[in-house]
């Protein structure tokens, strides 16, 4: 399973979204994560106003 991105890392994408440091494609391409990361971690911060990850649970089998 694919880890989290660092807090640091979500940081530093969503400060040069909003400092207008190029589109979404070119920030993307800057911080070498995927287009999809970068438009839903985007719409997630203007919905909840957070950046951190979202933690999944699952059920352990007994």
């Known amino acids: 399973m694919a880890r989290p991105y660092s807090p640091d890392l979500r940081l530093r994408v ?3 979204y909003q400092n207008k440091e190029g589109s979404q494609r070119q920030i993307a391409q800057r ?3 995927s287009l999809t990361f970068v438009r839903n971690f985007r719409a997630a911060l203007s ?3 957070n950046c951190e990850s979202k933690t999944t649970w699952r059920r352990t089998q007994d």
């Open 47 to 49: 919905k909840h106003r």
């Open 31 to 33: 911080f070498q994560v």
């Open 14 to 16: 969503i400060r040069a």
